[in-house]
């Protein structure tokens, strides 16, 4: 076979909505990260709420957008994708323009008539339910426009762009900032987003096959989430994994702060933000051939360890160095457990259900971003703050070995859950 002929089988085993969707995705992304890796300095510097305020507008933001999903799904599907992306552009589109414009004299009567942390959180709110449509339209065109031999690298193709906009939009928010302001980064998503819903009604049609499915009511989904939550074995994995997660949303909660704080005012903290998606995209491959032949387990345990490094070479070099060599150790880690993670969901849900155990492996990333915004900027106000106002100010050492404790104990806990699940499925293969 020709390299031509190969080019062309590859083409025919997607349907053109697969390439376009993946596009929007792409887009959607780069938006979605380039203002999330300013958020907590535009919230703290920009318009003047504390860490605490800062960091939980954040941790409203973050846990809407990854919990959400699981129920605008069921709107995707019963109103066609079509209408799911142009609605989410749409209602993005104009959120990202609010959260940008609050503290300009546009809307300066709206945040003088009402507390402005409540303005902010209603248009959060807002932004987060266009945000919500975004992944269940992408994942199910991918599912009715793929044949099942290229199913498998449809996800792949998904995996890596997703990767490929996280690592663009922090380096675009790197140069809006500094050449026009920080504000200047939500304009920029704002108009990422207009022009994905001109993209949508230009390009974008909804798989014929997806037409004709009878998908589930609201109300199965939330039937279906009780079963969920009352899987005892289940929900404690995903809680440990949330404590995974809760130490990862630092590097766009915190770590901004630490290294404008305290490393340089000037530091291009969404540079470094970055730097974890581009490791990902070289070397994802890469570390897929070396650990495939580890057990799920293994590998997740294994990159609880390692991403757990970063923060203790963060407390020791507290250089800008240190935190990139920091940051390559983190994509390591998360490079060894996040395609394990889905294979592991996958071999152990019930029988039956495995597509909807799947449904809620976001489930632990929305309840990390929360609680790492909750607990991330509490911890800097009264672990980091002060040590700012006293004279040639030391390093806030003890809050990243704090992150990094929680890492240790995130890795004994999965640990202890795996041998105990190894000895009830030992228990009952005798029994």
Not at 177 to 184: E, T
Not at 230 to 248: A, C, D, E, G, P
């Amino acid at each position: 076979m020709t390299s031509e002929s190969r080019i062309k089988t590859f083409f025919k085993g997607f349907q053109t909505s697969f390439w376009v969707a993946n596009s929007l995705e792409l887009f959607e992304r780069l938006a979605y990260y380039a203002q999330a890796v300013v958020m907590s300095i535009f919230l703290r510097d920009y318009l003047k709420f504390n860490e605490v305020d800062a960091t939980t507008l954040s941790s409203i933001f973050g846990l809407l957008v990854y919990l959400l999903p699981i129920f605008a799904g069921t709107f995707a599907d019963k109103y066609g994708f079509r209408k799911a992306f142009s609605f989410a552009f749409l209602v993005m589109a104009i959120g990202y323009f609010l959260i940008g414009a609050v503290g300009s004299p546009l809307l300066g009567g709206i945040t003088r008539d009402f507390s402005l942390f409540w303005v902010i959180v209603a248009i959060l709110i807002f932004t987060a339910v266009g945000e919500s449509f975004i992944k269940p339209s992408v994942l199910g065109t991918i599912a009715f426009s793929t044949k099942p031999e290229t199913k498998s690298l449809g996800y792949a193709i998904y995996y890596t762009l997703v990767n490929i906009g996280g690592a663009t939009g922090p380096v675009i928010a790197y140069f809006v900032r500094n050449l026009v302001g920080i504000q200047w980064v939500y304009m920029v998503s704002a108009i990422s987003c207009g022009l994905m819903l001109v993209g949508t009604l230009l390009f974008y049609h909804t798989p014929e096959s997806a037409q004709a499915i009878q998908q589930p009511s609201v109300m199965t989904k939330v039937l279906d989430m009780v079963r969920v939550l009352k899987n005892t074995r289940f929900m404690v994995f995903l809680l440990i994994f949330s404590l995974y997660w809760m130490t990862f949303w630092q590097i766009f909660i915190t770590l901004p702060y630490y290294l404008t704080d305290f490393v340089a005012k000037n530091a291009p903290y969404d540079l470094i933000a970055s730097i974890d998606a581009w490791s990902i995209i070289i070397l994802q491959v890469v570390i897929n051939r070396l650990s495939k032949k580890m057990p799920p387990v293994s590998a997740i345990v294994m990159g609880f360890s390692v991403s757990t490094l970063s923060w203790f070479v963060i407390a020791l070099h507290p250089t800008i160095g240190g935190v990139i060599a920091a940051m390559i150790v983190w994509s390591f880690g998360e490079m060894l457990l996040a395609p394990r993670y889905y294979e592991y969901i996958a071999d152990h849900a019930p029988k039956g259900q495995e597509a909807l155990f799947q449904g809620y492996a976001f489930l632990p990333i929305a309840l990390g971003y929360f609680a790492g915004g909750i607990v991330g900027g509490r911890l800097y106000k009264y672990m980091a703050q002060p040590l700012l106002s006293e004279a040639g100010h030391r390093q806030p050492v003890e809050f990243w070995v704090v992150f990094g404790v929680i890492g240790i104990v995130a890795t004994i806990l999965m640990v202890t859950y795996n041998l105990y699940i190894s000895r009830q499925e030992k228990a009952v293969a005798a029994s």
